[in-house]
């Protein structure tokens, strides 16, 4: 195998797929990316058994080869080399990569690539596409809702589904910690319609918002019973969908919350954010006193002191007094759009609704916190 390529389109295909690759790996080739030069194009792949990403890009191409080589090296040499290098790959026998510019060289240790699994065999009945813009949306509104906890497992991944709205269907992406709830929708896709809710793991989803950051086209997507792949330009991932059933989302959504706040959503930013600093850094636990025309924030820690911050507010409803924990808070209003963020809220007990002026498809909920 040899190849000429220029850095800058190296790296690019690398830093994608290093993220693919686990740090640690009982199994030696999953360390490896799989390098195949032909046909005037450069295939690199990864996988970690649970997802697999496949990229596809263009350069010289002096003698077609196939090769595995340690993933997160090959990356760390390639970023240190000088910006603007042409890089030559070289592999003679598969045993060795020989990495050489002007004046540099490197020789990495090679697998055999007969060891790497086959991660394009699947098959997928069902696809349709979705802009690169809409789905970034989706994913930034609601990945940060995902949980990290592995006893539930089936909430380590975003929920897609179609849905009925009115008198409308529509595409629409959930995500909750069973603290928080992000609820998007968008239109429907061609070819989605009556489309089954699957979870989507969290780390795809990482995956696949660092490749459509670049991106500005359509992204294609293509659904089996068990995985799903996403296809842009040159670039496919594919992932095992997460099994077992998502939450019944919309039995947690209050329909009945009346009480009313609407504030600048860059001063309750703020407000929170030097409140929260003297909150425990465990619960990040911040309070709500609200009444006519005004929002008081405080927080109090046995062991640093308190704060408090009085803001004015539009506000309907009877006082009330609620906790809620900072950081989510701020999560959720630092997605908001709009000037303004309105709360609709019932009792210190029950969730808090959250809605975007400038987003009309989007709703958050936040559980309360006993203070």
């Not at 030069?37 to 996988?47: E, G």
């Not at 709205?165 to 968008?186: I, P």
């Not at 459509?212 to 089996?224: A, E, M, R, Y």
């Not at 507010?313 to 908001?336: M, P």
């Amino acid at each position: 195998m040899k190849a000429i390529i220029e850095k800058k389109k190296l790296m690019q295909a690398l830093t994608h797929l290093h993220g693919v690759v686990e740090k640690r790996n009982t199994i030696p080739i999953l360390a490896n990316v799989l390098i195949e030069a032909k046909d005037n194009f450069l295939s690199l792949a990864a996988t970690d058994m649970e997802i697999a990403e496949l990229q596809k890009v263009s350069c010289e191409i002096e003698q077609n080869g196939i090769i595995t080589t340690p993933a997160h090296v090959l990356h760390d040499i390639v970023r240190k080399l000088p910006e603007n290098a042409l890089i030559e790959l070289e592999s003679s026998e598969g045993k060795k990569l020989e990495i050489k510019t002007d004046k540099i060289s490197f020789s990495l240790m090679c697998l055999n690539p007969k060891d790497f699994p086959d991660i394009h065999s699947a098959n997928f009945p069902d696809s349709f596409e979705i802009g690169a813009d809409k789905l970034s949306r989706l994913i930034d509104k609601t990945l940060f809702s995902v949980s990290t906890e592995e006893t539930r497992y089936y909430l380590n991944g975003i929920y897609i589904h179609s849905v009925k709205e009115e008198n409308d269907e529509r595409f629409r992406v959930v995500a909750t910690d069973g603290h928080r709830l992000s609820r998007l929708s968008t239109e429907l896709p061609l070819n989605a319609k009556n489309l089954e809710g699957v979870i989507i793991p969290r780390k795809t989803v990482i995956e696949l918002r660092k490749i459509i950051d670049s991106k500005q086209n359509t992204v294609k997507i293509q659904l089996s019973k068990n995985k799903i792949r996403f296809v842009i330009d040159n670039i496919s991932l594919t992932s095992k969908l997460l099994d077992g059933a998502f939450p019944d989302y919309e039995k947690v959504i209050p329909t009945n919350n009346t009480k009313e706040l609407i504030i600048d959503n860059k001063e309750f930013i703020d407000a929170v954010d030097r409140v929260s600093t003297v909150s425990s850094d465990r619960t990040r636990a911040i309070k709500f006193e609200l009444s006519d025309k005004q929002l008081i924030i405080s927080a109090e820690n046995p062991d640093q002191g308190s704060a408090k911050e009085y803001l004015n507010v539009h506000y309907t409803g009877d006082k009330l007094e609620i906790g809620f924990n900072s950081r989510y808070l701020l999560d959720i209003a630092k997605q908001i759009s709009g000037a303004q963020v309105k709360f609709l809220l019932s009792d210190k007990l029950s969730p808090t609704l959250i809605f975007d002026d400038d987003d009309k498809q989007a709703l958050y909920l936040l559980m309360p916190m006993h203070i």
